[in-house]
């Protein structure tokens, strides 16, 4: 069976640096921090009080409050990001067939937010179960997909892909291969998150996860730095329009790029930390190269899973020397996290989209709030650090990996 080809045909952000695709890739090529004091609630107890919030983001600017206090606001950064990206692609939806349009999402927790509020709420109450009857379609991970789909009428498969913080790069392959079979003709992919919440926040702190750098939260997110100490919590949403190659065509959409392969592997050593000889790693960006079917000295940059942790940051750099042997050190590696912080579930959409500008601009986005060298790390790599560089890329890849070992990468291609 001849595999179809899957480009990418519009795009969405909703991001710590940027709401919307232009904004986002202002503050990416320009170094920008998203991190800042956390103002959703009070921090005075917290361990670390500061986060890659969204900036500016009104829900009622999207929704009518009534539709707003329907959905937690994973569900809304979803709907949001998937309607830009739509917009973008230029598709008439009266004429595609709808039961060709899929969407598959990725949400490592889902509805957070709202679990916390109605379990607070009973907490404080005298014993009767007062829930909201929105709770449980709130909070939900696979509500976001089921939203987006019923806004459009989109018929085709519809899910929710839930990998730790591989989960939207899970949903962008998934999609990928339905396209690739010819059961659908596109497919609304991506990812979307909001925990940064009491919960999520206490969550993270209580693993030792997150940085506490509470004097300095513009700088605490440093992948590859030897003084990082861990992740700064993002939260926000990426959407990707996928398309069979002859369908975008034959409409004469614009084309970003060819999505030419997606790779998967388990770590299968610990819950939360990665193989200290990133084997796993390793697995995956091979298995990614090989269903491509491209050579490791095609890839031009890498965008690393690269959240600023002492174990994790090593583990991949070791892997990626290990896979691309001599021609790593052709390689811009970058980690665009340094800017967004982590979003979990929607880090693999947000960092596709980031890997697909960067082909279209020729332009790396650099890994800001670098300064001290880690012996750890080879010191020829070119971890594009502190300044965008320009370089012409063909081709990208794209890292995500998530609690519970699971790998997932991405590999973009710039169209013939």
């Known amino acids: 069976m001849q595999l179809k080809r899957v480009v990418v045909t519009g795009l969405g952000a909703l991001t710590p640096i940027g709401n919307n695709i232009k904004t986002y890739w202002d503050g990416l090529k320009n170094g920008k921090s998203g991190s800042a004091p956390i103002t959703y609630y009070d921090t005075e107890k917290f361990k670390t009080k500061f986060a890659c919030e969204l900036k500016d983001f009104d829900p009622l600017n999207f929704f009518d409050r009534k539709e707003a206090r329907k959905l937690d606001r994973f569900a809304q950064y979803a709907l949001v990001s998937s309607d830009e990206a739509i917009l973008d692609s230029g598709l008439d939806l009266d004429k595609v067939d709808k039961f060709k349009v899929g969407v598959v999402w990725g949400a490592g927790i889902g509805g957070l937010e709202t679990f916390q509020t109605e379990v ?26 089921g939203n987006i789909s019923i806004k459009y009428g989109f018929m085709g498969p519809n899910y929710t892909t839930v990998s730790a913080c591989a989960s939207s790069a899970n949903a962008m392959i998934n999609a990928l291969n339905y396209i690739r079979l010819g059961h659908c003709n596109i497919v609304v992919t991506g990812g979307s998150e909001a925990a940064v919440t009491i919960a999520g926040m206490g969550g993270f702190n209580a693993m030792h996860a997150l940085s506490t750098r509470n004097e300095s939260p513009e700088t605490a997110s440093r992948p590859f730095d030897a ?48 193989h200290p000889d990133g084997i796993g790693v390793v697995k995956v960006m091979e298995n990614c190269l090989e269903n491509a079917g ?31 042997g001599e021609h790593a050190t052709n390689i811009n590696i970058n980690s665009t996290k340094s800017m967004t912080g982590h979003l979990l579930g929607a880090a693999g959409a947000i960092e596709a989209i980031a890997s ?61």
Do not use: W
Request: hydrophobic share 40%; charged share 20%; with cysteine.
């Open 120 to 145: 607070l709420n009973f907490a404080a109450g005298d014993g009767t179960p007062r829930f909201n009857p929105f709770f449980i379609p709130k909070m939900i991970a696979d509500i976001a997909p």
């Open 294 to 324: 491209l050579k490791a000295s095609d890839v031009d940059a890498i965008n690393t899973h690269g959240t600023s942790t002492p174990l994790g940051d090593v583990a991949e750099l070791k892997a990626i020397s290990k896979v691309f």
């Open 356 to 416: 697909i500008l960067a082909m279209q601009h020729s332009l790396v986005p650099p890994t800001i709030n670098h300064s001290v060298v880690d012996e750890n790390i080879d010191p020829s790599l070119n971890l594009t650090l502190n300044k965008a560089q320009e370089r012409e890329v063909n081709v990208a890849m794209s890292n995500t990996f998530g609690f519970g070992g699971h790998n997932a990468c991405v590999l973009f291609k710039k169209i013939d």
């Open 227 to 274: 003084t990082r100490d861990g992740f700064v919590l993002g939260e926000g949403a990426g959407a990707l329009i996928l398309e069979e190659y002859e369908h975008a065509k034959a409409r004469g959409a614009k084309i970003y790029a060819e999505v030419v392969g997606g790779g998967l592997s388990s770590d299968a050593y610990h819950m939360t930390a990665p």
